[in-house]
């Protein structure tokens, strides 16, 4: 490339181009390390991600909702199905067995109903932990302005938890896990799965109290198996959320 690329004399190419030991490979210094975050731009894009992360969260309560509404409305017609089926041919073994495929459908469509209301939870969790971010930055900016803050500025998980309410402990803790969507489906859930065990204890011919014994039992243990399940699901989702801006005491 010599007799092409370069037509300089070799003495000046040689005295233009650095030693191969000599060349500066330090990294750049990152564009934003003199960034001013009371910069109007940089205050633009803190809002527009709160917008944003406000706007998923809203998306993930829609949905939730109106997954949990749409299991409600295929348990109601499925029972009213049932009760008009029941009228014109009686409660025989035929009856029973179409029972018991329902409601193990249901059942299935409810567990799915769980699955994704879990996937919720997470989703409004990590969105929660973005907000309380975002707002230690506005405090950076403006820390003046912290008396007014009524929700959480650090992102450890003892303040992001802060934001939905206070915390339950023994009894109350059940009371307040049934009074929550995930807790009416866990509810509605075990009992499908009870009441499907002993109509098919009923249609094998087994006697109403082997059924009510057995459908009793698979109901408990259903739920608590969907009450643990939820409780890993939730646990899982809080360990996987990383601090950058933790309070004093979780620092302490």
Not at 85 to 105: K, P
Not at 143 to 171: I, Q, W
Not at 210 to 218: C, D, F, I, P, T
Request: glycine share 10%; hydrophobic share 50%; no cysteine.
């Amino acid at each position: 490339m010599d007799g092409f690329g370069d037509r300089r004399p070799a003495d000046q190419r040689s005295a233009a181009t650095p030693p191969a030991e000599s060349v500066d490979d330090s990294s750049p210094a990152e564009p934003w390390a003199d960034a001013d975050p009371r910069d109007p731009g940089v205050l633009q894009i803190l809002s527009t991600e709160h917008w944003g992360l406000l706007s998923a969260r809203s998306l993930v309560y829609n949905e939730a909702f109106t997954r949990v509404g749409s299991f409600l409305t295929l348990v109601s017609m499925s029972f009213v199905g049932l009760a008009l089926l029941a009228q014109g041919r009686g409660f025989d073994r035929d009856f029973l067995l179409l029972a018991a495929i329902i409601l193990v459908f249901d059942l299935l469509v409810g567990l799915a109903t769980i699955v994704r209301v879990l996937g919720a939870i997470d989703e409004d969790l990590r969105t929660v932990h973005g907000m309380s971010r975002l707002r230690h930055a506005y405090l950076e900016v403006a820390p003046y302005l912290r008396p007014y803050f009524t929700t959480p500025s650090n992102d450890d998980l003892r303040s992001v938890m802060t934001s939905y309410g206070k915390a339950h402990t023994g009894l109350t803790s059940v009371v307040y896990f049934l009074s929550t969507s995930l807790g009416l489906m866990a509810l509605l859930v075990s009992v499908i799965a009870g009441l499907a065990s002993a109509v098919g204890v009923s249609a094998a011919d087994g006697g109403v109290a082997m059924g009510v014994g057995l459908g009793v039992a698979v109901a408990l243990v259903a739920f608590v198996g969907v009450a643990l399940l939820a409780r890993r699901s939730i646990l899982a989702g809080q360990a996987a959320l990383e601090s950058l801006f933790p309070s004093t005491r979780d620092q302490d």
